[in-house]
């Protein structure tokens, strides 16, 4: 069975801090994509990583993908409160078949 | 960018009701397309795949004469819930991927609650 573990699963933190939000498996994917969900809404793309060891940024955030392709973190610089929110990531193991892992909530405070 | 349209979203019915969600891509053609359910504060559960013009394929535990997917057309999927009863209450969610090697676009979900 193909895991991906997303950790951690919950995270608090004050406004202006950073974090980082890992996802690790076993398996290599072929890409690597990270969400972000709001309560009552879909998911929403964040970022798709293909090559190994790419980095890309987004603003405050930064995306990582493993050497290996088997790994990657989210890193969120000076957090805000707009932040909050369930952060998925998933990968795609080829043949069209994304596994997603356990999402890690974030809650931002003013 | 490639936007994927759920409705409705948000249905409140009786037991033993059936209820029809539909999940259209706007602006391209998905052969594919997948709907998930989430409880409350978790992760997306794959419920199955389904595919333009043939069976859908459902995962493990998730019983295709309970939830019955159509996909007509490379525009639309369906995605109906027979005789629902409270435990099938839930947020569901579908995804669309036109060709390989491309993000997953969601839909905004659907939020199911049974009485």
């Known amino acids: 069975t193909q895991l991906l573990e997303q950790s951690p699963q919950f995270l608090s933190i004050q406004e202006g801090e950073n974090l980082t939000v890992y996802c690790n498996s076993s398996?290599?994917?072929?890409?690597l994509q990270w969400y972000r969900q709001e309560p009552g809404e879909g998911p929403v793309l964040l970022v798709t990583v293909v090559t190994g060891g790419e980095v890309k940024k987004l603003k405050r955030l930064t995306f990582q993908f493993g050497d290996a392709r088997k790994d990657s973190s989210l890193h969120i610089t000076a957090a805000q409160p707009g932040d909050t929110g369930l952060y998925l990531c998933?990968?795609?193991?080829?043949?069209?078949?994304?596994?997603f892992g356990a999402g890690t909530r974030l809650f931002v405070k003013a | 960018g490639a936007v994927v349209s759920q409705h409705p979203s948000w249905v409140i019915c009786k037991s033993g009701t059936s209820v029809k969600i539909e999940c259209r891509s706007l602006d391209f053609q998905a052969t594919t397309m997948f709907w998930y359910r989430q409880f409350p504060k978790q992760s997306l559960m794959l419920m199955a795949t389904?595919?333009?013009?043939?069976?859908?394929?459902?995962e493990q535990g998730v019983e295709k004469d309970k939830f019955l997917i159509n996909h007509a057309s490379l525009t639309l999927s369906t995605l109906t819930v027979t005789s629902a009863h409270p435990e099938d209450s839930s947020f569901y969610i579908c995804s669309a991927g036109g060709w390989e090697g491309q993000p997953q676009h969601f839909g905004d979900g659907t939020r199911l609650s049974i009485l």
């Open positions: 998933a990968g795609e193991t080829g043949g069209f078949k994304t596994i």
């Open positions: 389904s595919n333009e013009g043939s069976k859908a394929t459902y």
């Open positions: 398996s290599v994917f072929s890409s």
